[in-house]
C-alpha cells in the first residue's frame, strides 16, 4: 500500500514469497521479529499518509484513490483485528 501511495517500488517482505508462502521453523522468524515488523509496517504507512497530507510527499494516484487505498488497508486491519479477538475468546472457553 505504501508503494502504490507513494508511487515507489515496494521494499521486501519479511518473509520471501507471494501472498501464501509455506512456514517452516527454519525460515519462520520468532514472534518478536514479527510483532516488530508489523508495527514498524504500520509506523512507516502512518508516516507515508502523514506526509501525503501535508505535501511533503507526492502521490502518482489521485485523492480519491489514495482515500479509497487507505480506506481499504484500515478494513482490512479492522477484520483482522476482529479475527485476533475471536481467536483470543474461544481460546479464553
Known sequence: ???????RPPEAF???GEDWFPLSEATTPGWAA??????SEQERLT????????????????ETERFDLVLGIT?????HAGQVQLIKKLGAD
Do not use: F, M, N, W
Request: glycine residues 8%.
Open 75 to 79: 478494513c482490512h486491519a479492522v477484520y
Open 1 to 7: 500500500v505504501r508503494g502504490q501511495l507513494t508511487g
Open 47 to 62: 508516516a507515508a499518509v502523514s506526509d501525503l497530507s501535508e505535501g511533503k510527499l507526492k502521490s502518482p494516484l489521485s
Open 34 to 39: 514479527i510483532r516488530s515488523a508489523v508495527e
Open 14 to 16: 519479511i518473509l520471501t
